[in-house]
């Protein structure tokens, strides 16, 4: 997606401490809100009760989800390979990743691979579009492995900066064609995205068409891919960053040959345990979804949905497929090193960036579960989400809208809905009833969750990320040795 403007000043909490207000970083006239770090990333009771919103660690977001019994049932990612693909990537992310993973108490993953068959450019802390890219980095890696432990991490990234339309898009197909031909991984996550009408130019109509293509070429070799839809709601942005007058979506999401995630507000305890969810629409942004102007309806859209969908879809892809956590302000964390010296440490950070990886790292345990990759995953989902155990797989959000800047959205409803898609997943049964589906035979049993892991995490204040709207803020020491003392 285009730079989204990021946010110009910090905001502490209600009733939080007055140590916990930051200075900024400014790169290029974007401000960056932040206080001082620590390696060990504090609980999530902690970032509640001084700033007022959670920051969901790894074993919360895997109890609320359901996905902590299929973890403790030894199905982690083993053996499978989850390849990420940014632009730039980040110069520290090794570092970060084994930080995080120490923070949270967290195996470092089996292998971590950075591939550049494009080459690489030097990382350049004044320039804001590759600190943000580097952000991006750190939450594709560091929360694919918090969901799948045991898998293979490769990231691919490209030298040229995806932004709207065109500009980077032929770099990203390279390095996914390379990641399929030579046999890389079974799980692509595509954290960005640019507004399908950017590319209704001879050269975007290409890219279009060329990745739709191998999409579909890939999907049935076993390949899944899982993309981001957007973080503007229906509101997003020309060439020039101007904001379309009509609903719009976001590609590759938009793609009826990839997997796409929207955004909803999560509220759990601090155990873990889900209490409900909203979708995801506020001051900060919105989860993209809506109809595809470019994409007819899929197969599983005609087959699986009820006359009031199709009524909206009109004959064209209808986006998201199902959803995950992406509210700012019911936030995750993720450690970066980069920008050096006291602006290190831990970061809130949302936005449908979050989903992407996430739902690879779900995937990469149901495919060691399954004993085979799934590929393409939206027949199955939609059988699935049409079924009598819909309920039993998915948490249907059935509260909110994605309207956003003056742009009329759509309203969630029970089902699937242009906001959530098919929902949120109940782990557990959900990967279950997939491998069911695609076999044809009813799945091994697993153990139930006991004993919910308690969560820790760190931070506040925002950093609107210009690609999936990704807020960042960070801790500092002086709170984290506070906590340590009082605890």
Not at 48 to 54: A, L, V
Not at 245 to 259: G, K, Q, W
């Amino acid at each position: 997606m285009g730079m989204l403007p990021l946010m110009s000043h910090a905001t502490r909490a209600t009733g939080s401490h007055p140590q916990s207000k930051p200075t900024s970083i400014i790169f290029k006239s974007h401000h960056f809100s932040f206080a001082q770090s620590s390696l060990q990333a504090p609980p999530d009771s902690f970032c509640r009760s001084h700033f007022n919103i959670p920051c969901y660690s790894p074993q919360e977001m895997r109890n609320a989800y359901d996905l902590t019994p299929v973890l403790n049932a030894g199905f982690n990612g083993k053996g499978q390979t989850i390849v990420i693909i940014d632009s730039f990537g980040s110069p520290t992310i090794v570092n970060d990743l084994h930080v995080f993973d120490a923070g949270y108490g967290l195996p470092d993953p089996p292998s971590f691979k950075i591939l550049t068959p494009l080459g690489t450019i030097k990382f350049n802390p004044g320039n804001s579009d590759m600190v943000n890219w580097a952000f991006e980095t750190s939450l594709d890696v560091e929360w694919a492995h918090a969901i799948a432990p045991g898998a293979n991490i490769v990231l691919m990234t490209s030298p040229v900066s995806e932004t709207q339309g065109v500009q980077g898009m032929p770099e990203f197909l390279y390095l996914e064609k390379y990641a399929v031909n030579h046999h890389i991984g079974n799980i692509i996550s595509q954290s960005w995205g640019t507004t399908e009408e950017t590319l209704f130019t001879p050269g975007g109509r290409q890219i279009l068409n060329s990745f739709n293509d191998f999409y579909k070429q890939a999907g049935q070799q076993g390949i899944t891919f899982l993309a981001s839809s957007g973080d503007s709601g229906v509101a997003n942005v020309n060439v020039n960053g101007k904001i379309y007058p009509f609903p719009t979506v976001i590609f590759p999401a938009s793609s009826p040959y990839v997997t796409a995630v929207g955004g909803t507000s999560l509220y759990a305890t601090t155990s873990g345990v889900y209490q409900h969810e909203t979708v995801w629409n506020n001051s900060i942004g919105a989860t993209g979804g809506g109809v595809s102007h470019y994409f007819a309806e899929p197969g599983y859209q005609k087959q699986y949905l009820p006359s009031s969908d199709q009524s909206l879809l009109k004959g064209h892809r209808g986006l998201p497929d199902i959803a995950y956590n992406a509210d700012p302000n019911t936030a995750i964390l993720v450690y970066i090193s980069f920008l050096g010296g006291s602006n290190n440490g831990y970061y809130f950070i949302g936005g449908t960036s979050e989903g992407a990886p996430q739902w690879a790292g779900i995937i990469a345990d149901g495919n060691q579960w399954a004993g085979h990759p799934f590929g393409f995953l939206n027949n199955d989902i939609y059988q699935l989400g049409s079924g009598s155990d819909y309920g039993e797989s998915f948490h249907d959000i059935t509260v909110g809208n994605n309207s956003f800047a003056g742009i009329k959205g759509y309203n969630a409803t029970p089902g699937w809905d242009l906001t959530t898609g098919w929902g949120t997943p109940k782990a557990a049964t959900m990967l279950s009833e997939l491998i069911e589906i695609a076999s044809g035979q009813s799945s091994q049993s697993i153990i139930p969750l006991q004993n919910p892991i308690l969560a820790i995490s760190s931070t506040h204040h925002f950093l609107l990320h210009h690609r999936t709207a990704e807020i960042i803020g960070i801790i500092s020491r002086q709170l984290i040795s506070d906590m340590l003392h009082c605890s």
